[in-house]
């Protein structure tokens, strides 16, 4: 069945919309575990050679005394990744186990985990310019790590995970049951 | 379970409302696209907005110029665009070696290997999907703002502005931006050429268009304007 405003397909509701929710999660999950161990920015200068992981970039940039990027880096690239990975888990069991508490709630959070899951692509993108940018031969160059790859697969995953999820399947068990 | 699916759980609901009361016609009604709950339409004053009574998510909003407004603002973003990425974006100094970097050489940066998936996800996420989005919003409504009847595919194009939405980065790309700035200056001298100023410009347009963006109002006069 089509919407005859936009031909999209129309179903009252997505019946494997939570299969697809956990896959794509362990899918973001499994690449996020990369992410982490393996360096993001792989930097060489005249004297040395340094590998730098998600948390390494953090803490140096607490070194150079830059609170407040190191905080935006560590919620975007750490905090927000988990708590996505919980919001999202947590949504999917209590639509399984047909919860009918905190619904304006979740419905919230659902809104805020939608909203917010581009924003960890941060990391990615700050990778990105740093190697296009820092190409200075002999002096320093800056190449993207493997965990750059994995870190952008988990944030892409997550978001496919958000947006299987149906809404809609939160607000199913608000009614107590009408038989004809 | 291919079709319409209908849990037994919302059934009686629908039903209620179709015994109590004869249903009214479906272009007055409004389903919430996040919880289904159905409102019927009314007038909206001018500048008003209407939100679902249950999860409180805005359904409709009027402004009359706001169609004008959109496609103006799209066009504007397109033109800065195509400046941000054909001016140099930022400059690097550093023990006499300098380095100039554009948009494009940012996305290039993964080119080479194992990194060729992830230039092709950035170039998406910043360049193409945002320009995509754009040029599709121009197309599907630019003619309703000059008073014509909208383009085949105009339905196509609007419903792929919405659904590109999550998938347009510009606005964290330039957060990144920022970040590596701070993490540059301690190696090195960083100049910020023309493009930078011209991407800052249409990442604020771009928020800003797509907080006005009403996409009832617009289907709506993509129906109005295709009846007669």
């Known amino acids: 069945m089509r919407c005859k405003r936009c031909h999209g397909p129309i179903r009252s509701r997505d019946t494997e919309s939570l299969q697809k929710v956990w896959a794509w999660l362990i899918a973001g999950i499994i690449a996020f575990i990369p992410a982490n161990i393996y360096p993001m920015l792989l930097t060489s200068t005249l004297l040395d050679r340094s590998e730098q992981t998600i948390i390494g970039g953090v803490i140096e940039l607490l070194h150079y005394g830059s609170y407040g990027i190191a905080t935006i880096v560590f919620v975007a690239s750490i ?93 199913d068990e608000e009614e107590p049951v009408r038989h004809d | ?76 973003a397109v033109i800065l665009m195509m400046a941000a990425i054909s001016f140099p974006f930022l400059d690097i100094n550093a023990a006499g ?18 990194g060729v998936p992830v230039a092709i996800a950035v170039a998406l996420f910043i360049i193409v999907l945002p320009l995509t989005r754009l040029l599709a919003l121009i197309y599907a409504v630019g003619p309703l703002v000059l008073g014509h009847k909208p383009r085949p595919g105009a339905r196509i194009a609007f419903a792929m502005t919405e659904q590109l939405r999550p998938w347009a980065m510009a606005e964290i790309f330039m957060v990144g931006v920022a970040v590596a ?25 771009t928020i800003f268009n797509d907080r006005i963006m009403s996409r009832y109002t617009v289907w709506k006069a993509l129906d109005l304007t295709s009846r007669d």
């Open chain 1, 79 to 171: 905090m927000i990744p988990v708590g996505k990975f919980i919001a999202i888990a947590y949504l999917a069991w209590a639509v399984q186990h047909r919860s009918s508490r905190n619904q304006h709630q979740r419905h919230k959070l659902y809104d805020v985990v939608e909203f917010i899951g581009r924003w960890s692509m941060i990391d990615v993108f700050v990778v990105a310019i740093l190697s296009a940018l820092v190409q200075l031969n002999a002096v320093a160059t800056i190449n993207p790590g493997i965990a750059a790859l994995s870190f952008g697969l988990s944030v892409i995953f997550t978001m496919l995970s958000a947006l299987a999820f149906d809404p809609r399947l939160i607000w």
């Open chain 2, 1 to 76: 379970m291919p079709g319409v699916h209908l849990t037994s759980r919302n059934r009686p609901a629908v039903q209620t409302l179709l015994e109590s009361m004869s249903l009214p016609p479906l272009d007055d009604l409004i389903a919430c696209p996040h919880c289904d709950t159905l409102h019927i339409e009314r007038e909206l004053p001018e500048g008003g907005s209407a939100r679902c009574v249950r999860c409180g998510i805005v359904l409709v909003t009027r402004r009359s110029d706001a169609l004008v407004q959109m496609v103006s603002l799209a066009c504007a």
């Open chain 2, 97 to 114: 070696f300098t380095n100039e970097t554009s948009v494009l050489s940012a996305i290039m940066a993964f080119s080479s290997g194992k």
């Open chain 2, 181 to 205: 700035l701070v993490k540059i200056t301690g190696i090195a001298q960083v100049t910020i050429g023309p493009a930078f100023w011209a991407f800052v410009t249409l990442v604020i347009i």
